[in-house]
């Protein structure tokens, strides 16, 4: 079973609407959590990192959210664009190696 | 943030012949880079670990004769499919870190490789 599990897999918003996506680990013990933009053909790029101890993390229209206690995240996207259609990716960092644990992504499509 | 790059950014060749990628760290020295693979719709599965100077640690299931991984400089590792397959037609994607166990593993932009 993966150590991290995104859903909904993939889900369809129109323009200006927002969503959220959520994530929920196995990793133990935690050090941190990412969420990554993944454009299609392209590598991640990092869109926010939160530690134990951080419950929100924004970046522009993103904000992530952290449940550390029920392991659980998620990413909310404020008033989407067209731009944002791509594969939003959880990876949680183990505390001690550099070992990512890679969820499958949600996939999100912006319609306008 | 640092950026990492990979050539080429697709290939596409015949079944049995070789194919190398590159990985490069532009504006850091990277003592460690990391090679994933990503088929449609799936995680990032990372095949190998690649430290400056010393022999790459593969995962299980990786066949380390299949697929070679040099690290001969801190800005460049290569990763070389032997023998190509159709089965290892992916999305081969590098990382690289500046110093052992940093928080941050920067990406490249990933290669798509098409056997045929």
């Known amino acids: 079973k993966n150590q991290v599990e995104q859903s909904p897999q993939s889900l369809i918003i129109l323009e200006g609407k927002n969503c959220t996506l959520q994530c929920n680990y196995t990793v133990s013990p935690f050090s941190n959590l990412r969420w990554y933009k993944q454009d299609t053909g392209r590598g991640p790029v990092s869109l926010t990192i939160m530690t134990f101890s951080e419950n929100t993390k924004s970046n522009g229209r993103y904000t992530a959210t952290l449940d550390a206690d029920t392991k659980q995240s998620s990413l909310h996207i404020t008033a989407s664009q067209l731009s944002d259609s791509a594969s939003y990716i959880c990876?949680?960092?183990?505390?001690?190696?550099?070992?990512?644990?890679f969820g499958k992504g949600n996939q999100v499509v912006v319609i306008p | 943030g640092a950026v990492v790059s990979q050539h080429p950014s697709w290939v596409i060749c015949k079944s049995g012949t070789s194919v190398k990628i590159e990985c490069r760290s532009l504006?850091?020295?990277?003592?460690?880079m990391f090679w994933y693979r990503q088929f449609p719709k799936q995680s990032l599965m990372l095949m190998a670990t690649?430290?400056?100077?010393?022999?790459?640690?593969?995962e299980q299931g990786v066949e380390k004769d299949k697929f070679l991984i040099n690290h001969a400089s801190l800005t460049l590792s290569t990763l070389t499919v032997t023998s190509a397959h159709p089965e290892d037609s992916s999305f081969y994607i590098c990382?690289?870190?500046?110093?052992?166990?940093?928080?941050?593993?920067?990406f490249g932009p990933g290669t798509r490789l098409l056997v045929l």
């Open positions: 990382s690289a870190v500046s110093v052992p166990m940093e928080e941050t593993q920067y």
């Open positions: 690649s430290n400056e100077g010393s022999k790459a640690t593969y």
């Open positions: 990876v949680v960092r183990a505390y001690g190696n550099n070992r990512l644990a």
């Open positions: 504006d850091f020295q990277a003592t460690t």
